[in-house]
């Protein structure tokens, strides 16, 4: 099974709205960690946002919000008031357990474009 | 900090020559991880160090592949021979313990012709 599932391979938005990027997980290790990356198309990976799994508030950064839904098992980016330097690759990642550092498992990503 | 820095950032060989791509994690971080991602795979972890001590390489590929990490502040990924199929991206990544963000490194994109 899937670690990690991003089901939206490619997704328009209007410029100055906002949009919400799908992620769900696939874990039984109770302490794990949930992180959303932005790949412009320079290729870098830039890290966005974190949620914990025993964070009891959802993460905010800016204009980056996750919608966390533990029993779900759903880790939501929202991205508000979007602006076209956010067209990007954006990657839902999972953490599981603390042993293992920051090994991460990634889904296939989301391609994000704003439209003007 | 200058943040995670990979070296080269582009890299072209031959099939049957040695690649080495290296990669400078920021200072104080006890994690390093090599990933390689392709349009067929997706990112993978190939390997990760804990305070420059191989962990887990079972994501590496083939014995063509190989990685060191001989001090805190520099780590090699090696591929010998290498072939077309090794074409990708590979990034480096490094992290403080846990729960902290990982932060990547600009990646070097490899061709294998």
């Known amino acids: 099974a899937q670690k990690i599932t991003q089901t939206q391979p490619g997704m328009f938005v209007q410029e100055k709205e906002a949009v919400t990027l799908d992620c769900t997980y696939d874990t039984s290790d109770p302490s794990y960690g949930l992180f959303w990356y932005k790949q412009p198309s320079s290729g870098e990976m830039i890290f966005l946002i974190y949620?914990?799994?025993?964070?009891?508030q959802n993460a905010t950064e800016g204009r980056y919000s996750l919608n966390f839904q533990k029993a779900r098992k759903s880790a939501n980016l929202v991205i508000s008031a979007s602006q076209l330097g956010d067209s990007a690759m954006y990657f839902c990642a999972m953490r599981e357990g603390l042993a293992a550092g920051n090994m991460l498992t990634f889904g296939g990503g989301t391609r994000l474009m704003v439209k003007p | 900090d200058a943040g995670v820095i990979q070296s080269p950032r582009h890299e072209v060989t031959e099939m049957g020559q040695e690649v080495t791509l290296r990669c400078k994690p920021i200072?104080?971080?006890?994690?390093l991880f090599w990933y390689r991602q392709t349009m067929m795979r997706g990112l993978e972890l190939l390997i990760y160090?804990?305070?420059?001590?191989?962990?887990?390489d079972s994501g590496m590929p083939e014995d063509r592949f190989s990685a060191k990490m001989p001090n805190a502040s520099f780590s090699t990924l090696k591929i010998q021979p290498s072939e077309p199929r090794d074409s990708a991206v590979y990034f480096c990544?490094?992290?403080?313990?846990?729960?902290?963000?990982?932060?990547f490194g600009q990646g070097t994109r490899l061709t294998v012709v």
């Open positions: 200072s104080g971080h006890d994690y």
């Open positions: 949620q914990g799994s025993y964070d009891q």
């Open positions: 160090f804990n305070n420059n001590v191989p962990i887990d």
């Open positions: 990544a490094s992290s403080s313990p846990p729960p902290t963000e990982a932060f």
